[in-house]
């Protein structure tokens, strides 16, 4: 985007992730001159205010303070009710979480992978080392080497 060009966006949410990030990017638009219009908020389009300045100015800052701090709170409350969902599925023992995709009994891609982090394991590798030559993540290698470890030790 550049100088004079116009974004149209559907929601404000869509500029971040929480107030911070959605001011930061509204900023650096307006900064280059570029016109925002955001079509679920039409108190939020900079092109109605060109005219009044420093009015226009404030009134768009007021507002999109305001917005994006409500987009920050349901973003809050969203979260919230999902933890608290799984936390009650778990209690019933309904939720169980994502099934494990590297583990003894993996077929196909997914065994040779576990086999190789067994083997590098055995062979006395780094956690480190066993991450960047594998592309797993090291929980999953510290998960794969917990299993390992309870499996010989019973």
């Given at each position: 985007?550049r100088?004079g ?10 500029f971040?992730?929480?107030k911070?990030?959605i001011?930061s ?10 016109d ?5 908020m039409?108190?939020?389009d900079t ?15 007021l507002?999109l ?6 987009v ?9 009710a999902?933890?608290e969902?799984?936390e ?15 583990h ?15 083997q590098?394991l055995?062979?006395g590798?780094?956690?480190?080392d ?10 999953t290698?510290?998960a794969?080497k ?6 010989t030790?019973s």
């Amino acid at each position: 985007m550049r100088f004079g060009d116009v974004l149209v966006v559907h929601d404000l949410s869509r500029f971040g992730r929480n107030k911070e990030e959605i001011r930061s990017e509204w900023k650096a638009m307006i900064d280059e001159d570029i016109d925002i219009v955001v079509l679920n908020m039409p108190i939020l389009d900079t092109r109605k205010y060109k005219e009044l300045e420093g009015v226009g100015q404030l009134v768009s800052d007021l507002v999109l303070t305001l917005l994006s701090w409500m987009v920050d709170e349901e973003r809050d409350r969203s979260r919230t009710a999902q933890r608290e969902g799984i936390e009650i599925a778990k209690k019933k023992g309904v939720y169980t979480g994502r099934k494990r995709k590297y583990h003894a009994g993996a077929v196909g891609k997914d065994k040779i992978v576990y086999d190789k982090v067994v083997q590098l394991l055995d062979a006395g590798e780094s956690v480190m080392d066993i991450h960047r030559e594998t592309g797993l993540s090291r929980k999953t290698i510290y998960a794969i080497k917990k299993e390992i470890e309870a499996c010989t030790s019973s």
